[in-house]
Every structure is written in C-alpha cells, then in structure tokens.
C-alpha cells in the first residue's frame, strides 16, 4: 500500500559550534628573523635566477621542481661554524646546483664524484651567464674559486 505522505529525507550530522575566541584568527606574516639567525652561506636568490634561469630544472632529472643544493656543503666540512665571516664565501653561485628533492636528501649528492660533476655544471653554467652579460662575477665569487673550491679539489683526486 503507498504511503500517504512522502519520505522524509535524512538528516545530515549537526553542524559544529564555532569555538570561541578572543581575537579572530588571521593568517598573518612569518615571523622576521633577527639578524643573529640569518644564514650566512644561503644563496641570493637575484643571482640564481641570473644564472640558472627563471624556471631552473633538475641536472639530473630535467624535473622543474627543484631545491638549490650546496654542491660543498654550507660551511661544516671547511669548519666554518654559523656565525664565522667567511662563511659567505659558500654563498657563490659557483656552489649552488639546482637538483631535484629526491637526490638533494639522499646520498648520491656527497659522493665525490657528483661533487666534481656539480661544480664544473656550476662553473659553465656561471661563466656562460657572465658572458651573456646576465651575471657579473664577483669578489666573493673568486674568493670561493681560489680557496675552497680550488682547495676541494685539490685534496679529492
């Protein structure tokens, strides 16, 4: 026998109560950090889209996402702490090589042979950006290339 009156839909769950605040949530600024945090040996990003272009990719997957990687490290290995002065000399484009998230946290990075791979694609690609007239070689630059770069090198045949 059909029902005199139509189905009542169902009911979906209560909606939830707004917790109480005292002051709206905003999605406000980071926190600046002080100057006594700033990490001398980070690279300028101005420079590293001179030389490595806007939209860089990976050297070895060609992927577009790409993290920029200290091809000698941030300072640790030279026994640079992080608030020695020389630290920015690791700060050249000649120690930044765009690599993928995937190879940037594995082991392949440190091997010494990538290393020297790194910092030739480095050198090249920062030469050929100063011969186009996108990038001018700096002090730091060649201070990077006489001491540490030159250094590495030398004491990893």
Do not use: E, G
């Given at each position: 026998?059909?029902?005199p009156?139509?189905?009542?839909p169902k009911r979906g769950p209560k909606p939830r109560k707004p917790i109480p605040r005292r002051t709206p949530l905003t999605r406000g600024k980071a926190p600046l950090?002080?100057?006594a945090m700033k990490d001398h040996?980070?690279?300028r990003h101005a420079d590293l889209m001179a030389v490595w272009s806007p939209m860089p990719l990976c050297v070895f997957t060609?992927?577009?996402v790409v993290e920029f990687h200290h091809c000698l490290g941030r300072g640790q290995d030279q026994g640079?702490?992080?608030d020695h002065p020389d630290r920015e000399m690791l700060s050249s484009v000649f120690n930044a090589i765009p690599v993928s998230h995937a190879i940037h946290s594995g082991p392949l990075r440190d091997a010494p042979?990538?290393?020297r791979l790194f910092?030739?694609?480095a050198r090249t690609r920062v030469l050929n950006a100063a011969a186009a007239g996108h990038y001018e070689v700096t002090a730091l630059d060649r201070r990077f290339l006489d001491e540490i770069a030159t250094e590495w090198l030398r004491s990893n045949p």
């Open positions: 026998m059909p029902r009156y139509p189905k009542t950090r002080s100057r040996a980070a690279f060609l992927a577009p640079f702490k992080k042979d990538v290393r910092l030739r694609l």
